[in-house]
């Protein structure tokens, strides 16, 4: 373990983003960017929307044809959505019109059909509130978006309405960053595959899956997930091989300064690897390093140290391999409902319940780094500084908030 002082959370992040960089960016159909970020900024060519359409069933008229009411008008042109007709509304007519079919030139408001006797040759317009505008249930063409607007720009992770607006927008081919490929993987000679029941001395490899899942939900794509025994020949090979196919590999276990720590030991012969200790718990032993030139990080062992160290360093790697301009959860002010203790010299991070509506955060008192299921049901990290006089309930704490995807 390395000596001297500990490195703050802020440090490590630093040297864990480092010089990452995205891919470069790919052209890629539309409907296969979500969640990927855009390279490009990416305008719209024709207005939105298209034409100026109707808001309403109803008929299409000039409102100086309707002032004085009952008023009764000849229909002599039915207006279905889609319809391709350019048509002029002739003055003294209404035409009959569907939501989001184009409005005739020369008609200024569309009377809804509840208004009407709802005639379909001919039509009544029985009453209508008092002051009406122009433009009445008229949506003009360019009325969302102008042509030219910005739809994304780089950086931008492609949502739901995102990727709706640039379909609405025809744009069929966007350049985006490639989802980073991920290597996940776990150490230790205790750990079985799900599947075979356990001997003596044996776990399951749960954080291989749980940092398979918080891979995917950072934008990355787990491109490996392997189990390494603490060999190290094996080791060596194995990561050397994966680190030509991948472009981030994260381990868990094997860090700690106990005999058996497989991942230190393949660095002393692969590539570059920095361990040091971070000042928060849980998460003290972390470490980065490259093989081949693909960036590693080092996560601890027991589930909790690996899901928070995660949170904290890994999602804002893969992120920011992702090409994605926000890296960072974002955090929150809010109030403990329990009473939370502080180390002296150590940041602690606490799986925590964030209501957000109330303003208020709930945890267990129930913490140690290898009670995983304290984090089940959890959306929220609160962030316990160092040496803090009591925190009581109700005092305000710092909430980081976990990206759901
Ligand atoms: P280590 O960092 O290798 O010293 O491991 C610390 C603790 O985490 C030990 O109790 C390990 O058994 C446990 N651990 C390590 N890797 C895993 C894993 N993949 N899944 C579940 N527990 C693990
Ligand atoms: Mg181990």
């Given at each position: 373990m390395a000596q001297g002082p500990m490195r703050s959370v802020h440090e490590h992040l630093e040297a864990v983003l480092g010089d990452l960089s995205p891919r470069a960016p790919e052209l890629t159909a539309v409907d296969e960017t979500i969640g990927l970020a855009v390279a490009e900024r990416v305008v719209n060519d024709f207005p939105l929307p298209p034409f100026t359409s109707s808001a309403m069933d109803g008929y299409a008229v000039r409102l100086s044809d309707v002032e004085v009411l009952p008023a009764t008008l000849p229909v002599p042109v039915d207006l279905p959505a889609g319809s391709a007709l350019a048509v002029r509304l002739v003055p003294g007519t209404a035409h009959r019109i569907m939501t989001g079919a184009t409005v005739p030139e020369g008609a200024d408001a569309v009377i809804p059909v509840e208004w009407t006797d709802a005639g379909a040759h001919r039509v009544v317009i029985e009453h209508m509130p008092a002051a009406i505008a122009p433009g009445l249930n008229i949506r003009p063409q360019g009325d969302d978006l102008p042509t030219g607007e910005q739809l994304a720009d780089v950086g931008d992770v492609v949502d739901a309405p995102r990727l709706a607006l640039m379909i609405s927008a025809g744009i069929s081919r966007v350049a985006a960053y490639p989802a980073p490929r991920v290597a996940v993987v776990s150490t230790g000679d205790e750990l079985y595959p799900l599947g075979k029941p356990l001997p003596p001395g044996g776990i399951y490899d749960s954080n291989g899956y749980l940092i398979a899942a918080l891979v995917a939900q950072s934008g990355g794509r787990v491109a490996r997930r392997v189990r390494l025994a603490d060999d190290q020949q094996v080791a060596t090979e194995l990561l050397q091989s994966i680190a030509s196919e991948v472009d981030l590999i994260v381990t868990t276990g094997g860090?700690?300064?106990?005999?058996?720590e497989v991942i230190r030991d393949v660095f002393a012969k692969l590539g570059t690897a920095e361990f040091t200790s971070v000042a928060m718990q849980p998460g003290k032993p972390q470490g980065l390093g490259t093989i081949g030139g693909t960036p590693v990080i080092t996560l601890p062992g027991n589930p909790l140290s690996a899901m928070v160290s995660f949170h904290l360093f890994v999602g804002p790697a893969i992120r920011t391999l992702g090409g994605q301009r926000e890296v960072m959860p974002a955090r929150a002010r809010l109030s403990t409902t329990v009473e939370l203790d502080s180390r002296p010299d150590r940041v602690r991070y606490l799986p925590a319940v964030a209501d957000l509506l109330r303003r208020t955060v709930s945890t267990t008192a129930?913490?140690?780094?290898?009670?995983?299921?304290?984090?089940?049901g959890t959306n929220s990290l609160i962030e316990v500084p160092t040496a803090q006089a009591q925190l009581v309930a109700g005092t305000e704490v710092e909430v980081v908030l976990i990206p759901a995807r």
């Open positions: 860090v700690s300064a106990g005999a058996y129930r913490h140690g780094s290898h009670r995983s299921s304290v984090a089940v």
